[in-house]
């Protein structure tokens, strides 16, 4: 038998004994929800265990910037300040697409893209008083051309000085977070590394701000802004600054969180 023979031979057997050992595991339905109710008490642990984190991320201290920072955006130069877009949060990811990066000048860093390609609605960021940008050092003209074919929504700014050196994200990817006291600028939180992968849904982002998803079931310090759970949420092309909730969605809202305090109960 050649080598080649056994390479195939020893593939077919691999293959079969995945699939083998696959069956072994079919159960009935009543072991198959058992095994489930298992697995739900860890996944309900992590996520209390989560929720305890982001609390304590809410009390971190604050670091002031104390920096002038300068970017280039699509409406010419910006101060950090403006990158908030007149809110109070901003969340800032330094993605790689620039000269000497893999795939420029047609395409960002693959891992930077799809961070990207998994970004929610900033719509429902921004009913949260919060801001997400995009930074990189590509040239603007560079930065339009890739964020319309990509179909990528998020702003996205050029830097131009020593941000991402400054805020640890000179050489690889991260996320940081901002907040704005008049014309006061703290950085509050900083995600790198594999921290960046639960990074993109709405959630995730509102986690690692110093103000959270600011609803009032969470821990938060006092006088932290909260409002009735769930009750913020709508169509992400139907907000409307400082409107009263929907009283219809108020009604679905309230039966559904009934409803899964009964099924926790």
């Not at 298992?38 to 992590?46: G, P, S």
């Not at 704005?180 to 990074?199: K, L, P, S, W």
């Not at 679905?252 to 109960?265: C, H, I, K, T, Y």
């Amino acid at each position: 038998m050649t080598a080649g023979a056994r390479t195939q031979k020893a593939s077919q057997l691999t293959s079969q004994h995945r699939r083998f050992a696959m069956k072994t595991h079919v159960v009935s339905a009543q072991a198959w929800e058992a095994a489930r109710q298992q697995l739900l008490v860890k996944e309900k642990a992590i996520t209390r265990a989560r929720d305890a984190l982001a609390a304590e991320r809410r009390r971190m201290p604050w670091l002031a910037v104390e920096k002038a920072y300068a970017f280039d955006g699509p409406g010419g130069k910006a101060s950090l300040r403006d990158l908030f877009e007149g809110r109070r949060q901003l969340i800032v990811y330094r993605a790689f697409f620039e000269p000497g990066v893999h795939g420029w000048p047609d395409q960002a860093c693959r891992g930077c893209s799809m961070v990207a390609d998994q970004v929610a609605h900033v719509a429902h960021l921004n009913a949260r008083d919060t801001t997400l940008a995009f930074v990189s050092r590509a040239p603007q003209a560079d930065i339009a051309r890739l964020t319309a074919r990509m179909g990528w929504q998020m702003p996205w700014y050029t830097i131009t000085d020593a941000f991402d050196t400054d805020f640890g994200v000179g050489e690889w990817h991260g996320t940081n977070a901002f907040i704005r006291d008049g014309d006061r600028i703290f950085r509050t939180y900083f995600i790198n590394n594999r921290g960046d992968e639960a990074m993109g849904g709405t959630w995730s982002y509102l986690d690692i701000t110093a103000l959270g998803r600011q609803e009032e079931w969470e821990d938060s310090p006092e006088g932290y802004p909260q409002t009735p759970t769930y009750k913020w949420w709508n169509w992400h092309d139907s907000y409307v600054p400082a409107a009263a909730p929907d009283p219809k969605w108020v009604e679905v809202s309230d039966a559904g969180e009934a409803a899964m305090r009964g099924r926790a109960g």
